[in-house]
């Protein structure tokens, strides 16, 4: 019986594995095949407070596990498959092992979501893409669009006009929901094109690659085929959450809920980072929940006795 299992291993995960092991508890940190976050798939971050000059995304996760490592947690590069948690004894499932612990911290994360198109999966990963800065590079002089009015796609769009010739951005309403400041960058970025009440109908291609997109004109009740080499979406993200459904209560986008500070609606199981947080998404704010999440634990451990 271990005293706490954290799953995942963004930044939530990786700080309350370095602050449950400086706490001498020994964590098991079973951080998935994919593992290190959403931030494995980003470039630069300027924004995590004491990189001045900024770090890349990879970079940064590696010396998080280093500094996990150092005190003593134990990782795991496998996917949890099925928890059963109401019990005193947490357990864990990967494949056919089990794993039980007094104490469990979920920091799943959120994934980028899709359109489900048929025509999206057959070309994912060969023009259909949700990441613009794993990708952008390879659309030098190409024609591309974003599907998505908020600030992921706005960031994305601004992002891809460092490559592409053209970028459309497809927006299904007459507005953008993106903060003042990005909007006005996309408006102001003359490789931009906003497609107003558009939505996707169909990635269009031909063998392996993107040829074009047939779009639907809500507000005309009009069908039009544009051409391009490229789609990116920018349309939110969903919660990993799927597999502690039914035990800890979620809300309606399946947000896995607190109920106070980090603790979940089961004794002994703590929730951090984006799996909870619809806000924020931040590395730094999920770091900070991934503290408060071993700090709780540790002390929910202690009054238990241990
Ligand atoms: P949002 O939920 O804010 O925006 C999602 C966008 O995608 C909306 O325009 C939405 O349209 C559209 N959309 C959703 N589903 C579909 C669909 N099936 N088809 C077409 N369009 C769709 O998500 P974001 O990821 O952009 O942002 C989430 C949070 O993260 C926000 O709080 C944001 O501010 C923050 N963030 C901040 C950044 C920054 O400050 N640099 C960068 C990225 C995110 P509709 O409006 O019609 O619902």
Redesign the pocket.
Known sequence: MRNVIIIGSGPAGLTAAIYTSRANLQPLVIAGQSFGGQLMNTTDVENYPGFPEGIMGPEMMQKFIKQAERFGSEMMYKDVTKVELSDDSKKVWVGDEMFEAKAVIIATGAE??K??LDSEEKYWGKGVSSCATCDGAFYRDKVVSV?????????EALFLTRFASKVYM????D?????KI?QDRVMENEKIEVLWNR??KEVLGDENVVTGLKLYDNKNDAEKNIELQGMFL????MPKSEIFQGQITSNDNGYLEVVNGTYSNVDGVFIAGDVND?????AVTASGSGCMAAIDAERWLEAQGN
């Open positions: 980028p979501k359109l489900g599907v998505g009015g908020g600030d992921s796609a706005a960031e497809i927006v299904r309403k507005e953008l929901r993106a903060s990005m939505e996707v920018g349309i939110g993200h619809e806000r924020y998404r931040q």
